[in-house]
Protein backbone atom coordinates (compact mmCIF):
# COMPACT_ATOMS: atom_id res chain seq x y z
CA UNK A 1 0.00 0.00 0.00
CA UNK A 2 1.59 3.26 -1.19
CA UNK A 3 0.59 6.43 1.17
CA UNK A 4 1.94 10.19 0.19
CA UNK A 5 2.30 12.43 3.74
CA UNK A 6 2.53 16.04 3.21
CA UNK A 7 4.24 18.52 5.71
CA UNK A 8 5.01 21.80 6.04
CA UNK A 9 8.51 23.65 5.76
CA UNK A 10 9.62 25.70 8.37
CA UNK A 11 10.83 28.88 6.80
CA UNK A 12 14.09 29.81 6.56
CA UNK A 13 16.61 31.59 4.44
CA UNK A 14 18.06 28.29 3.18
CA UNK A 15 14.42 27.90 1.69
CA UNK A 16 16.10 29.73 -1.67
CA UNK A 17 17.78 26.86 -2.93
CA UNK A 18 14.77 24.91 -3.07
CA UNK A 19 13.03 27.26 -4.65
CA UNK A 20 15.53 27.93 -7.25
CA UNK A 21 15.31 24.04 -7.87
CA UNK A 22 12.06 24.26 -8.72
CA UNK A 23 13.09 27.01 -11.40
CA UNK A 24 15.28 25.16 -12.87
CA UNK A 25 12.87 22.29 -12.99
CA UNK A 26 10.28 24.80 -14.99
CA UNK A 27 13.27 25.70 -16.82
CA UNK A 28 13.92 21.85 -18.01
CA UNK A 29 10.44 21.57 -18.58
CA UNK A 30 9.71 24.28 -20.89
CA UNK A 31 12.93 22.96 -23.29
CA UNK A 32 11.60 19.58 -23.51
CA UNK A 33 8.49 20.88 -24.44
CA UNK A 34 9.88 22.96 -27.30
CA UNK A 35 11.85 19.85 -28.48
CA UNK A 36 8.56 17.79 -28.26
CA UNK A 37 6.93 19.92 -30.50
CA UNK A 38 10.22 20.18 -32.77
CA UNK A 39 9.81 16.59 -33.13
CA UNK A 40 6.67 16.32 -33.87
CA UNK A 41 6.45 18.78 -36.99
CA UNK A 42 9.95 17.66 -38.26
CA UNK A 43 8.89 13.66 -37.68
CA UNK A 44 5.37 13.59 -37.46
CA UNK A 45 5.29 11.53 -33.85
CA UNK A 46 5.80 11.93 -30.33
CA UNK A 47 9.35 11.96 -29.32
CA UNK A 48 10.33 9.28 -26.78
CA UNK A 49 11.10 9.95 -23.30
CA UNK A 50 14.54 7.29 -23.73
CA UNK A 51 15.76 9.99 -26.29
CA UNK A 52 14.54 12.49 -24.77
CA UNK A 53 16.14 11.77 -21.32
CA UNK A 54 19.04 10.85 -22.91
CA UNK A 55 18.97 14.26 -24.63
CA UNK A 56 18.42 16.50 -21.86
CA UNK A 57 20.83 14.74 -19.62
CA UNK A 58 23.61 15.49 -22.12
CA UNK A 59 22.84 19.56 -22.20
CA UNK A 60 22.73 18.87 -18.64
CA UNK A 61 26.52 18.64 -18.52
CA UNK A 62 27.48 21.47 -20.60
CA UNK A 63 25.18 23.62 -18.12
CA UNK A 64 25.96 25.09 -14.93
CA UNK A 65 22.43 26.47 -14.28
CA UNK A 66 20.82 22.71 -14.79
CA UNK A 67 23.27 20.87 -12.85
CA UNK A 68 21.92 22.43 -9.88
CA UNK A 69 19.17 20.15 -10.02
CA UNK A 70 19.64 16.04 -9.38
CA UNK A 71 19.89 13.86 -12.30
CA UNK A 72 16.83 11.72 -10.52
CA UNK A 73 14.63 14.83 -10.65
CA UNK A 74 15.65 15.81 -14.39
CA UNK A 75 14.46 12.06 -15.28
CA UNK A 76 11.79 13.12 -13.53
CA UNK A 77 10.43 16.19 -14.97
CA UNK A 78 10.47 14.26 -18.51
CA UNK A 79 9.00 11.56 -17.29
CA UNK A 80 6.22 14.29 -16.26
CA UNK A 81 6.09 15.59 -19.86
CA UNK A 82 5.70 12.05 -21.11
CA UNK A 83 2.60 11.24 -18.99
CA UNK A 84 0.93 14.43 -20.15
CA UNK A 85 1.07 13.84 -23.56
CA UNK A 86 0.15 9.92 -22.94
CA UNK A 87 -2.97 11.38 -21.16
CA UNK A 88 -3.72 13.74 -24.01
CA UNK A 89 -3.42 10.81 -26.63
CA UNK A 90 -5.57 8.87 -24.55
CA UNK A 91 -8.30 11.33 -24.24
CA UNK A 92 -7.86 14.80 -26.42
CA UNK A 93 -9.69 17.48 -24.21
CA UNK A 94 -10.43 21.20 -24.47
CA UNK A 95 -7.21 21.49 -22.44
CA UNK A 96 -5.04 20.74 -25.05
CA UNK A 97 -1.55 19.27 -25.28
CA UNK A 98 0.97 20.23 -22.57
CA UNK A 99 2.60 23.77 -22.97
CA UNK A 100 4.83 25.79 -21.09
CA UNK A 101 5.04 26.90 -17.91
CA UNK A 102 6.26 30.13 -16.15
CA UNK A 103 8.76 29.57 -13.59
CA UNK A 104 6.13 30.81 -11.21
CA UNK A 105 3.55 28.79 -11.97
CA UNK A 106 5.57 25.61 -11.78
CA UNK A 107 5.49 24.44 -8.39
CA UNK A 108 7.21 21.20 -7.77
CA UNK A 109 10.62 18.70 -8.64
CA UNK A 110 10.85 15.01 -7.37
CA UNK A 111 14.07 13.21 -5.74
CA UNK A 112 13.85 9.63 -6.10
CA UNK A 113 16.58 7.52 -4.45
CA UNK A 114 19.23 9.68 -4.28
CA UNK A 115 19.82 13.72 -3.67
CA UNK A 116 17.88 13.36 -0.65
CA UNK A 117 18.50 11.51 3.35
CA UNK A 118 16.13 11.96 6.60
CA UNK A 119 18.91 13.09 9.19
CA UNK A 120 16.20 13.57 11.59
CA UNK A 121 12.93 12.44 12.70
CA UNK A 122 12.06 16.00 11.46
CA UNK A 123 15.01 17.04 9.43
CA UNK A 124 15.56 16.55 5.59
CA UNK A 125 19.08 17.12 3.48
CA UNK A 126 18.53 18.18 0.43
CA UNK A 127 21.91 18.35 -1.36
CA UNK A 128 23.77 19.60 1.11
CA UNK A 129 21.70 22.10 2.51
CA UNK A 130 19.29 21.08 5.67
CA UNK A 131 15.32 21.34 6.09
CA UNK A 132 13.47 21.43 9.22
CA UNK A 133 9.45 20.37 8.71
CA UNK A 134 6.75 20.22 10.94
CA UNK A 135 5.95 16.80 12.20
CA UNK A 136 2.38 17.15 12.24
CA UNK A 137 2.02 13.36 12.32
CA UNK A 138 5.27 10.34 12.57
CA UNK A 139 6.81 8.77 9.82
CA UNK A 140 6.06 5.53 9.16
CA UNK A 141 9.53 4.34 8.57
CA UNK A 142 11.90 3.31 11.03
CA UNK A 143 12.16 1.29 14.20
CA UNK A 144 9.00 -0.73 14.43
CA UNK A 145 7.37 0.82 11.60
CA UNK A 146 7.42 -0.87 8.63
CA UNK A 147 7.82 1.48 5.76
CA UNK A 148 10.14 2.39 2.64
CA UNK A 149 10.24 5.83 1.48
CA UNK A 150 9.95 5.75 -2.59
CA UNK A 151 10.06 9.34 -3.51
CA UNK A 152 10.37 12.72 -2.06
CA UNK A 153 9.22 16.25 -3.53
CA UNK A 154 9.38 19.53 -2.77
CA UNK A 155 6.48 21.25 -3.64
CA UNK A 156 5.48 25.06 -3.83
CA UNK A 157 2.00 26.44 -3.07
CA UNK A 158 -0.22 29.85 -4.76
CA UNK A 159 1.06 31.16 -1.63
CA UNK A 160 4.85 30.76 -1.77
CA UNK A 161 5.16 27.96 1.41
CA UNK A 162 7.18 24.93 0.73
CA UNK A 163 5.93 21.61 1.81
CA UNK A 164 7.35 18.07 1.49
CA UNK A 165 5.85 15.23 0.02
CA UNK A 166 6.78 11.87 1.57
CA UNK A 167 5.67 8.78 -0.49
CA UNK A 168 5.67 5.60 1.50
CA UNK A 169 5.00 2.34 0.63
CA UNK A 170 3.58 -0.05 3.63
CA UNK A 171 3.39 -3.37 4.29
CA UNK A 172 -0.03 -3.23 5.86
CA UNK A 173 -3.48 -3.07 3.71
CA UNK A 174 -6.44 -1.45 4.70
CA UNK A 175 -8.69 -3.41 6.48
CA UNK A 176 -11.25 -5.89 4.56
CA UNK A 177 -15.06 -4.09 5.09
CA UNK A 178 -16.78 -6.04 7.87
CA UNK A 179 -19.51 -8.13 6.04
CA UNK A 180 -21.95 -8.59 8.94
CA UNK A 181 -22.53 -4.91 9.73
CA UNK A 182 -25.68 -3.48 11.19
CA UNK A 183 -25.30 0.23 10.99
CA UNK A 184 -26.03 1.39 7.18
CA UNK A 185 -27.06 5.50 6.93
CA UNK A 186 -28.06 6.61 3.03
CA UNK A 187 -27.15 10.90 3.17
CA UNK A 188 -28.88 13.48 0.88
CA UNK A 189 -26.66 16.25 -0.06
CA UNK A 190 -28.65 19.68 -0.31
CA UNK A 191 -28.21 23.19 -0.26
CA UNK A 192 -29.91 24.22 2.99
CA UNK A 193 -28.17 22.06 4.84
CA UNK A 194 -25.18 20.37 3.92
CA UNK A 195 -26.28 17.02 4.36
CA UNK A 196 -29.07 14.89 5.69
CA UNK A 197 -29.10 11.14 7.00
CA UNK A 198 -31.59 8.98 6.65
CA UNK A 199 -31.90 8.95 10.69
CA UNK A 200 -32.94 12.37 10.78
CA UNK A 201 -29.47 14.27 11.65
CA UNK A 202 -28.97 17.59 9.98
CA UNK A 203 -25.27 18.82 8.97
CA UNK A 204 -25.10 22.79 8.51
CA UNK A 205 -23.69 24.07 5.62
CA UNK A 206 -20.42 25.82 6.87
CA UNK A 207 -19.78 28.39 3.80
CA UNK A 208 -16.68 29.08 4.40
CA UNK A 209 -16.43 31.03 1.36
CA UNK A 210 -19.41 33.49 2.55
CA UNK A 211 -17.76 33.92 5.50
CA UNK A 212 -14.76 34.90 4.49
CA UNK A 213 -16.01 37.05 1.05
CA UNK A 214 -15.41 40.20 2.01
CA UNK A 215 -12.00 39.95 3.12
CA UNK A 216 -11.12 38.69 0.23
CA UNK A 217 -12.60 41.64 -1.90
CA UNK A 218 -10.84 43.23 0.21
CA UNK A 219 -7.59 42.04 -0.63
CA UNK A 220 -8.47 42.09 -4.56
CA UNK A 221 -8.64 45.29 -4.43
CA UNK A 222 -5.48 46.62 -2.76
CA UNK A 223 -3.93 43.90 -4.86
CA UNK A 224 -5.45 45.58 -8.22
CA UNK A 225 -4.54 49.00 -7.24
CA UNK A 226 -0.42 47.89 -7.28
CA UNK A 227 1.53 48.36 -10.47
CA UNK A 228 1.84 45.39 -12.14
CA UNK A 229 5.42 44.02 -11.49
CA UNK A 230 6.07 45.78 -8.71
CA UNK A 231 7.53 44.22 -5.75
CA UNK A 232 4.20 45.49 -3.31
CA UNK A 233 2.13 43.58 -6.12
CA UNK A 234 3.86 40.62 -5.60
CA UNK A 235 3.68 40.79 -1.73
CA UNK A 236 -0.24 41.65 -2.10
CA UNK A 237 -1.02 39.01 -4.54
CA UNK A 238 0.98 36.48 -1.87
CA UNK A 239 -1.18 38.09 0.67
CA UNK A 240 -4.28 37.09 -1.06
CA UNK A 241 -2.88 33.24 -1.80
CA UNK A 242 -2.83 33.01 1.69
CA UNK A 243 -6.18 34.13 2.49
CA UNK A 244 -7.82 31.46 -0.19
CA UNK A 245 -5.26 28.92 0.99
CA UNK A 246 -6.77 29.25 4.71
CA UNK A 247 -10.19 29.02 3.36
CA UNK A 248 -10.14 25.83 1.71
CA UNK A 249 -7.95 24.63 4.58
CA UNK A 250 -11.12 24.96 6.93
CA UNK A 251 -13.56 23.62 4.22
CA UNK A 252 -10.81 20.91 3.91
CA UNK A 253 -10.78 20.08 8.09
CA UNK A 254 -14.57 20.24 8.06
CA UNK A 255 -14.82 17.47 5.31
CA UNK A 256 -12.31 15.74 7.36
CA UNK A 257 -13.56 15.36 10.59
CA UNK A 258 -17.49 14.88 9.32
CA UNK A 259 -15.98 12.04 7.41
CA UNK A 260 -14.34 10.46 9.82
CA UNK A 261 -17.46 11.11 12.76
CA UNK A 262 -19.59 9.61 9.65
CA UNK A 263 -17.72 6.43 9.73
CA UNK A 264 -17.23 5.85 13.68
CA UNK A 265 -21.25 6.08 13.62
CA UNK A 266 -22.07 3.99 10.64
CA UNK A 267 -20.52 0.46 8.98
CA UNK A 268 -21.92 1.50 5.71
CA UNK A 269 -22.57 4.85 4.02
CA UNK A 270 -24.62 5.52 0.97
CA UNK A 271 -24.00 8.42 -1.42
CA UNK A 272 -25.91 9.48 -3.78
CA UNK A 273 -23.62 10.39 -7.39
CA UNK A 274 -24.49 14.00 -8.11
CA UNK A 275 -24.46 16.13 -11.35
CA UNK A 276 -22.18 18.83 -9.85
CA UNK A 277 -22.32 20.96 -13.17
CA UNK A 278 -26.43 20.80 -13.60
CA UNK A 279 -26.62 22.08 -10.26
CA UNK A 280 -24.49 25.07 -10.53
CA UNK A 281 -26.54 25.97 -13.90
CA UNK A 282 -30.27 26.46 -14.33
CA UNK A 283 -32.28 26.27 -17.70
CA UNK A 284 -29.91 28.03 -20.45
CA UNK A 285 -26.36 29.30 -19.78
CA UNK A 286 -27.08 31.39 -16.26
CA UNK A 287 -25.92 30.51 -13.13
CA UNK A 288 -28.22 29.48 -10.57
CA UNK A 289 -25.96 28.18 -7.47
CA UNK A 290 -22.40 27.85 -9.03
CA UNK A 291 -21.35 30.01 -5.94
CA UNK A 292 -23.18 28.15 -3.51
CA UNK A 293 -22.42 24.41 -4.75
CA UNK A 294 -18.52 25.44 -5.07
CA UNK A 295 -18.15 26.64 -1.49
CA UNK A 296 -19.61 23.73 -0.42
CA UNK A 297 -17.79 21.17 -2.17
CA UNK A 298 -19.68 17.97 -2.32
CA UNK A 299 -17.52 16.42 -4.69
CA UNK A 300 -14.44 16.97 -2.80
CA UNK A 301 -15.99 15.65 0.31
CA UNK A 302 -16.98 12.27 -1.15
CA UNK A 303 -13.99 11.45 -2.22
CA UNK A 304 -12.33 12.33 1.29
CA UNK A 305 -15.39 10.08 3.00
CA UNK A 306 -14.09 7.02 0.26
CA UNK A 307 -10.43 7.62 1.33
CA UNK A 308 -11.51 7.99 4.68
CA UNK A 309 -13.53 4.62 4.43
CA UNK A 310 -11.33 2.34 2.81
CA UNK A 311 -8.69 3.22 5.76
CA UNK A 312 -11.71 2.38 8.35
CA UNK A 313 -13.08 -0.44 6.99
CA UNK A 314 -16.63 0.74 5.74
CA UNK A 315 -18.54 0.13 2.80
CA UNK A 316 -19.83 3.08 0.52
CA UNK A 317 -21.72 2.60 -1.86
CA UNK A 318 -22.53 5.64 -4.76
CA UNK A 319 -26.28 5.65 -6.39
CA UNK A 320 -26.78 6.21 -10.08
CA UNK A 321 -28.03 9.95 -10.38
CA UNK A 322 -30.85 9.27 -12.26
CA UNK A 323 -32.53 7.28 -9.37
CA UNK A 324 -35.42 9.68 -8.25
CA UNK A 325 -34.22 9.76 -4.41
CA UNK A 326 -36.81 12.57 -3.65
CA UNK A 327 -39.99 11.92 -5.75
CA UNK A 328 -40.03 8.36 -4.66
CA UNK A 329 -41.93 7.68 -1.67
CA UNK A 330 -40.16 5.67 0.85
CA UNK A 331 -43.00 3.85 2.62
CA UNK A 332 -44.78 2.40 -0.43
CA UNK A 333 -42.48 3.06 -3.23
CA UNK A 334 -45.07 5.73 -5.70
CA UNK A 335 -43.31 8.16 -7.47
CA UNK A 336 -44.26 11.79 -7.50
CA UNK A 337 -43.45 12.98 -10.77
CA UNK A 338 -45.18 16.53 -10.03
CA UNK A 339 -42.93 17.43 -7.05
CA UNK A 340 -41.43 20.64 -7.41
CA UNK A 341 -37.96 22.05 -5.64
CA UNK A 342 -39.54 24.20 -3.41
CA UNK A 343 -42.04 21.56 -1.68
CA UNK A 344 -39.70 20.79 1.54
CA UNK A 345 -42.81 18.50 2.83
CA UNK A 346 -45.14 16.72 0.80
CA UNK A 347 -48.14 13.95 1.10
CA UNK A 348 -47.68 10.99 -1.15
CA UNK A 349 -50.78 10.03 -2.92
CA UNK A 350 -50.71 6.51 -2.73
CA UNK A 351 -50.31 5.53 0.92
CA UNK A 352 -50.61 8.83 2.38
CA UNK A 353 -47.68 9.07 4.23
CA UNK A 354 -46.05 12.61 4.46
CA UNK A 355 -42.43 13.05 4.20
CA UNK A 356 -39.88 15.68 4.46
CA UNK A 357 -38.03 16.10 1.38
CA UNK A 358 -34.29 15.39 2.51
CA UNK A 359 -35.16 12.57 5.24
CA UNK A 360 -36.86 10.63 2.66
CA UNK A 361 -34.40 10.91 0.01
CA UNK A 362 -31.46 10.01 2.68
CA UNK A 363 -33.89 7.10 3.37
CA UNK A 364 -34.70 6.09 -0.38
CA UNK A 365 -30.65 5.97 -0.90
CA UNK A 366 -29.76 3.79 1.92
CA UNK A 367 -32.34 1.27 0.44
CA UNK A 368 -30.91 1.41 -3.16
CA UNK A 369 -27.40 1.17 -1.58
CA UNK A 370 -27.94 -1.66 -0.12
CA UNK A 371 -31.45 -3.18 -0.82
CA UNK A 372 -30.25 -6.58 0.74
CA UNK A 373 -28.75 -5.58 3.66
CA UNK A 374 -24.88 -5.16 3.45
CA UNK A 375 -23.19 -8.93 3.57
CA UNK A 376 -21.42 -9.06 0.34
CA UNK A 377 -20.84 -5.14 -1.03
CA UNK A 378 -17.70 -4.78 -2.23
CA UNK A 379 -15.76 -2.41 0.00
CA UNK A 380 -15.53 1.75 -0.13
CA UNK A 381 -15.10 2.96 -3.56
CA UNK A 382 -16.38 1.44 -6.84
CA UNK A 383 -19.57 0.03 -5.68
CA UNK A 384 -21.93 1.42 -7.79
CA UNK A 385 -26.00 0.88 -7.36
CA UNK A 386 -27.80 1.83 -10.78
Not at 273 to 296: E, I, T
Request: aromatic letters at 10%; a positive charge; glycine letters at 8%.
Amino acid sequence: MRKTLKYRLYTSKQDKHLVEQIHVAASIWNHSVALTRRYYRLYGEHLPVARLMKHIAKLRRKDPYWQKLGSQAVQDVCQRLDKAYQRFFAKPGPVGRPGFKKRTKYSSFTLKQAGWKLVGPNKLRVGRKHYKFALSRPLPVGGRQEGTIKTVTIKRDRAGRLWVCFSVVLQSEYPTPNEAVMRPVGLDFGLKDFLTTSDGHRIESPLFFKQRRDGLARLQRSLSRKKKDSNRRRKARMKKAKYEATTAAMRRDFHFKLAHRLCDQYDAIGVEDLNLDGMKRRAGSRRRWGRKVSDLGFGYFVEILHHVAAKRGVHVVTVGRFYPSSKTCSECGEVNKDLALSDRVWRCGGCGAVHDRDVNAAINIRGRAFPHGVGGVRPARLAIAT
